[in-house]
């Protein structure tokens, strides 16, 4: 259980790794057979880039890793074999359809919401390869909402929790980009809403944080997952262009004094999505206290640890 009050905020993770050992392949694990990433080392380094984008607020520790032989059940109740999957990752094509996995029957077969309940466990983490139907994030819970995916409504757990879905043929930034969008979705929630459609004069703070040049000419802060304060497009997080940002004066924040400079990709990485995904988390405002607007003045609360606080938690249907 994360503790009321702590400098650090420790975060149990239950990690399932859908990783079969390949019996024809000598009892190499999927990800060896098809040379992907190898998950822990994946989940080390994520760990480990979000505890420093925090400035060290967030440590997240694995109180349960269990690497499973089996592949997940779909939400249609098909479930891959290696020879089913090897197929189609030999021959690329005929994957099952529909691609989505069966979150409630995964929860149930490995008792995660006991767990949850029990308070041994905060978030889970779900590793796998690509088809076997993972959200990026999914909140599951009394009070849950949309997290980047549709909620999944359990009044059979008594806190809402985060499902992460990681894929082992990606790296480390796209698992930063699934935080990302989940930090999107939460803050949107706590905030009421997020649109790029509202004047700049009428933004919410978390409105302000996300603006580029593109949307708001000359009032770019921090910009999104998907576009840096320069970005044009979707991922443009490599273009060249000098624009004028007060990203830096967030990390003030909510002493902010509306102070400018010049950045470009140069900034965050020249186009590496991990690089810009830690440049733009850490910006993320983690300061004691609430803000001018009532709202904590450290996000990563809100992100986190979400069930303690009412404009986080969400409300029960």
């Given at each position: ?16 790794s859908?990783?079969?050992a390949i ?7 999927l990800h060896e057979v098809?040379?992907?990433n190898?998950p822990?080392q994946l989940?080390d380094d994520?760990a480990?880039?979000?505890a ?5 607020f ?5 109180a349960?890793w269990q690497d499973?032989?089996e592949f997940?059940?779909k ?8 020879q089913?999957?090897?197929g189609?990752f ?6 099952h ?8 029957a995964?929860m149930?077969?490995?008792g995660v919401?006991d767990?949850v ?8 983490w779900?590793f ?7 959200y990026?994030s999914?909140?599951?819970?009394p009070t849950a909402y949309?997290?980047?995916s549709p ?5 059979a757990?008594?806190?809402?929790f985060?499902v992460m ?5 990606r ?9 990302g969008h989940?930090t999107e979705?939460i803050m949107?929630?706590v905030?009421?809403g ?7 004069d009428?933004q919410t703070?978390w409105?302000?944080?996300t603006?580029t ?5 000359g009032?770019?802060?921090c910009g999104?997952?998907?576009?840096a304060p320069?970005s ?16 830096d004066d967030w990390?003030n924040?909510?002493n902010?004094t509306?102070?400018k400079r010049?950045v470009?990709r140069?900034?965050?990485g ?5 690089a810009y995904q ?12 609430r803000?001018?607007?009532?709202k904590?003045a450290n996000w990563w609360k809100?992100?986190?640890?979400f069930?303690?606080?009412p404009?986080?938690?969400g409300?029960?249907e």
């Amino acid at each position: 259980m994360i503790p009321a009050s702590s400098a650090v905020l420790a975060i149990n993770v239950l990690v399932l790794s859908f990783d079969p050992a390949i019996k024809s392949e000598g009892g190499k694990r999927l990800h060896e057979v098809c040379r992907w990433n190898d998950p822990r080392q994946l989940a080390d380094d994520y760990a480990r880039d979000l505890a420093e984008a925090s400035g060290g607020f967030v440590s997240y520790h694995i109180a349960d890793w269990q690497d499973l032989d089996e592949f997940p059940v779909k939400a249609d109740g098909f479930r891959d074999t290696e020879q089913t999957y090897l197929g189609c990752f030999r021959s690329g094509k005929g994957w099952h359809q529909p691609d989505g996995v069966d979150y409630n029957a995964v929860m149930a077969e490995f008792g995660v919401l006991d767990r949850v309940n029990a308070g041994d466990v905060d978030e889970v983490w779900l590793f796998g390869a690509p088809y076997m139907g993972y959200y990026e994030s999914q909140m599951i819970g009394p009070t849950a909402y949309w997290c980047n995916s549709p909620p999944i409504i359990s009044r059979a757990a008594t806190r809402s929790f985060v499902v992460m879905g990681f894929s082992y043929e990606r790296g480390v930034g796209e698992m930063l980009e699934d935080f990302g969008h989940r930090t999107e979705s939460i803050m949107s929630e706590v905030y009421g809403g997020w649109s790029y459609d509202t004047p700049p004069d009428k933004q919410t703070t978390w409105g302000r944080f996300t603006l580029t040049e593109k949307v708001a000419p000359g009032l770019a802060a921090c910009g999104n997952v998907h576009y840096a304060p320069n970005s044009q497009k979707d991922y443009d997080w490599g273009n060249p262009r000098v624009v004028w940002s007060t990203c830096d004066d967030w990390l003030n924040y909510p002493n902010l004094t509306g102070t400018k400079r010049q950045v470009s990709r140069a900034d965050w990485g020249g186009g590496d999505g991990r690089a810009y995904q830690k440049w733009w988390l850490s910006h993320l405002p983690k300061a004691p206290g609430r803000g001018p607007d009532g709202k904590l003045a450290n996000w990563w609360k809100y992100l986190v640890d979400f069930n303690r606080y009412p404009e986080s938690r969400g409300k029960a249907e």
